[in-house]
Structure formats: structure tokens, C-alpha cells
């Protein structure tokens, strides 16, 4: 027994040693920018990149993210299908409510509630990282412009509300004609703030609008795949409206 707690004490201090020399070599301070003109002018050139006009009038998005959740997002009415192992919930991504499924059974009271809770929690991240350069003017957010090491200029966006983590900021570097290359990030969900991931493996839905799809740090990488739009559902091989039941109650 004695043996047993040596090593658990020693694997404890290695993971403790390990996360703090992470800590100390990626930690960054968050930047500060100057908000006005500049700092629009920009954000208007990222989103005249990734095409936002096209990206408003995609009726259906479907993605996975790389945790093992399946989406089908109907963006026109506000409702999403989200999957994980034998669980599915019916989203109303406006008002965080829903129905709630657990081995094809529906769920009520608080099982139901949590489950719907859990859903919008994942919407809310894995949506993020599917669209986050439209997502620079939602409301509640503040942009500034920041002066890079490298001489260029950078978009901190910082979200003063909304979301499941408001506070969180975001430091976009783009190219000459303002397509995203990479974000920084200061999330309550990352101990280590500045952590730095691409932006790439751009694809064009449908509706033309961009969608970048793998975003690679130097800890872990996140890709999304199957992804696909449409204009009805039919183009995405469904046969019927699976949000009937839920638009009887929005």
C-alpha cells in the first residue's frame, strides 16, 4: 500500500510539475487594442471574407464535432438536433428549451431539463468553432485593434455577454484580403490564456459562405467534418421535418 501511494504521490507531482511548465510556456497576457474606425473597418474585411451575407441565408447546416456530437442546425428557424451516443435533443438554440430523448425514450422533468441544458452547453461551444469569424459583431461584443509582434494588425473581440462563458476574448489574425489564419484565446474553458489555433481547411458550403474547419494548436487540434448545407431538407437526405414536434411548442 505503501508502494501504491509513492507512486500515485509521484504521478500527481509529474502531472502537477508538467501543467504549471505548460502554464509558464504558453500563458500569455491578453493584448490591449484601441476600439473606433479602424477596428470596424477590419472586422468588415474578415466578414466580407468568410462571406457573412452568404452565411445568413443558409437555411441547414449538419457538422460533427470531433467529442462524438452530430448537429443538424436549422439556422431559419432556430432549431438544432443534438446527438450524442444514445442521446438526442430537440433545441430551440433562442430560448434553451427543448425535448430531450435518451434511448429513444423522451425524458421529462428535471432529467429532461438537464439533458436540454447539456445540449445548449454543447451548441453553444461546437457552434463556435464551426462559424466564430461571423460571429465577431453578435451583440454584446466589443472589438479592438491590436498591434501584432509582427508588424500587422490584429481583432481582439471580447464578449461582454451572451454565450455560456461571457467575458471571453479572442485575438483574430487574418490575411491581406482579412480571411482568418489563426485566433488566440482567452477562455474560462482553457487554464492557459493566448493558446493559439489555425484556422484552416477552408470549404465553401452551398450557400458560398466559408467555413474553416480544422483549428490546430500547439496542444490538441479540433476538426470538424461532415459538413454539409442546404436549402431544404431533402438536400441533406432526410425525408422529413424532424423538428415537427418541436415547432409545435416554439
Known amino acids: 500500500m505503501k508502494k501504491l501511494l509513492k507512486i500515485l504521490g ?5 502531472i502537477l510539475l508538467g501543467g504549471v511548465i505548460l502554464f509558464l510556456l504558453f500563458d500569455k497576457a491578453l493584448p490591449q487594442g484601441q476600439q473606433g ?7 468588415d474585411k474578415m466578414l466580407e471574407a468568410v462571406d457573412l451575407p452568404a452565411w445568413d441565408s443558409t437555411c441547414l447546416v449538419q457538422w460533427h464535432f470531433p467529442s462524438g456530437h452530430d448537429y443538424v442546425w436549422d439556422k431559419e428557424r432556430g432549431f438544432c438536433e443534438v446527438k450524442w451516443g444514445d442521446k438526442k435533443v430537440l433545441l430551440h438554440t433562442d430560448t434553451q428549451k427543448g425535448l430531450a430523448y435518451e434511448k429513444g425514450k423522451q425524458l421529462e422533468g428535471k432529467a429532461a431539463e438537464k439533458l436540454v441544458q447539456k445540449a445548449w452547453a454543447f451548441f453553444a461551444n ?3 468553432w464551426l462559424v466564430a469569424p461571423n460571429k465577431i459583431r453578435d451583440s454584446g461584443t466589443e472589438r479592438r485593434l491590436v498591434d501584432l509582434e509582427n508588424g500587422e ?11 455560456v462563458t461571457p467575458g471571453d476574448s479572442y485575438l483574430w489574425k487574418v490575411d ?7 485566433v488566440q484565446m482567452w477562455v474560462k474553458i482553457i487554464p492557459i490564456g493566448g493558446l493559439e489555433f489555425s484556422w484552416n481547411n477552408w ?3 452551398s450557400s458560398g459562405a466559408l ?5 490546430k494548436s500547439s496542444l490538441f487540434t479540433t476538426s470538424l467534418t461532415e459538413i454539409k448545407s442546404a436549402q431544404t431538407y431533402a438536400d441533406l437526405g432526410l425525408t422529413e421535418d424532424i423538428f415537427k414536434r418541436l415547432s409545435y411548442q416554439k
Open 176 to 182: 491581406a484580403e482579412g480571411l482568418p489564419l489563426s
Open 203 to 205: 470549404q465553401e458550403l
Open 37 to 43: 474606425p479602424e477596428a470596424e473597418a477590419l472586422a
Open 10 to 14: 509521484i504521478s500527481t507531482l509529474a
Open 153 to 163: 494588425k490584429g481583432l481582439l473581440v471580447t464578449y461582454k455577454s451572451g454565450g
Open 126 to 128: 461546437d457552434s463556435y
Open 211 to 215: 467555413i474553416g474547419s480544422t483549428h
